[in-house]
């Protein structure tokens, strides 16, 4: 599986940015995929996933109300839309996937592959 992320930009405070993973391989369908963020001197954080079906769907608190992730299998597309966007969320975001029929789990161990990030700046 190989997952390139795009969309990443600057952008001020308040915006919206969309990114955009494509995925490659012939099991997308059944892989949950989530999308991972890491500031300069932080640890990689979790912040939302997808099912493999797209029914269902999480997020961390601190992006909650402002990010949706959505999926569209047929694509090999999952996409998240970044709005009233903050400094802090500034940080190279990741998309990732998980093998199919993993257990559930969204640290960074939980999943598999991952793609090269793609960089998310928000200025004040």
């Known amino acids: 599986v190989q997952l390139q992320a795009s969309g990443g930009g600057l952008v001020q405070a308040g915006g919206s940015l969309r990114l955009s993973c494509a995925a490659s391989?012939?099991?997308?369908?059944?892989?949950?995929m989530a999308w991972f963020r890491q500031a300069p001197g932080k640890e990689r954080e979790f912040v939302t996933s997808?099912?493999?079906?797209?029914?269902?769907?999480a997020y961390a608190d601190s992006v909650k109300g402002r990010f949706t992730i959505s999926r569209d299998n047929a694509k090999k597309m999952v996409y998240l839309l970044m709005s009233s966007l903050k400094p802090e969320d500034t940080a190279v975001y990741f998309c990732?996937?998980?093998?199919?029929?993993?257990?559930?789990?969204?640290?960074?161990?939980?999943?598999?592959?991952w793609g090269q990030g793609t960089q998310v700046t928000v200025s004040s």
């Open positions: 391989g012939r099991t997308f369908s059944s892989r949950d």
């Open positions: 990732a996937a998980k093998r199919p029929g993993k257990r559930p789990g969204n640290s960074v161990v939980d999943y598999d592959y």
């Open positions: 997808i099912a493999y079906g797209g029914y269902g769907s």
